[in-house]
């Protein structure tokens, strides 16, 4: 079995060597970028499984970065920054990161993130070509292979994370699952303080899905329980 392959866009030399040691000691192969610039090269020119995006970064941030990659791929994106409040925090899960570490960490605690990540992404891959080929329901359509979403003859885009959610919810209509259940299959970790993550992805897929234009509504809030497909 081949190497996981890991990139980190940090232009902390000192920050990014720290990580990459951990990295290799776990067994995983990582290669560096100085910017933002430089990670698109690398990820366009060979197999990357996961980045490791610091936001302050010359020539393109990471923000950025992380919106170009999410055009393109579906690899897993921890954010790793000082940027610490909430909104920065909330910002880089919405345009597509999968999780979000603050400056200092503990590098221990950052390899076993990654590891959690790759883990989810790995077993998403082996296991999608099991599920059903496409999902139709009240005008809404969910093809897993292609990972796209059509609304009455709509494409819209949405991040991983977010499909993952619908898809979760529509493969079991009237189901409700927890914020807590929702956060341990789709980001395949423990739940720790993660409310506020789910409902901020919960929230960013319904105004994608136009349910604040529409009477009929694809994701239920079911209060004080949690959500669930009302298809």
């Known amino acids: 079995m081949m ?5 980190i866009a940090e232009d902390e030399r000192e920050i990014a060597d720290l990580i990459k040691i951990h990295l290799e000691k776990e067994g995983h192969q990582v290669v560096i970028a100085a910017d933002g610039e430089e990670a698109l090269n690398i990820i366009r020119s060979q197999s990357i499984d996961l980045v490791i995006l610091d936001i302050m970064m010359p020539k393109l941030d990471g923000f950025e970065t992380a919106l170009q990659i999410r055009s393109e791929f579906q690899m897993p994106i921890i954010f790793v920054s000082a940027k610490s409040s909430d909104f920065d925090k909330i910002q880089g899960l919405m345009i597509g990161g999968d999780d979000y570490l603050t400056k200092p960490f503990n590098p221990m605690e950052l390899v076993a993130r990654v590891n959690a990540q790759l883990r989810r992404y790995i077993k998403f891959n082996q296991s999608k070509a ?90 239920k809030t079911v209060w004080g329980v949690g959500y669930s497909f009302n298809g």
């Open 3 to 7: 190497k996981p392959s890991i990139l």
């Open 130 to 219: 099991k599920e059903p080929s496409l999902i139709e329901i009240g005008g809404l359509k969910i093809n897993p292979d292609q990972r796209s979403v059509v609304i009455y003859d709509e494409m819209i885009e949405l991040t991983p994370k977010e499909f993952d959610i619908l898809y979760l919810l529509a493969r079991h209509p009237k189901k409700v699952y927890s914020a807590e259940q929702i956060f341990q299959q789709v980001w395949g970790e423990d739940y720790y303080e993660s409310r506020n993550t789910v409902m901020v992805h919960i929230r960013t897929l319904r105004k994608k899905l136009g349910e604040d234009k529409r009477k009929n509504l694809f994701i």
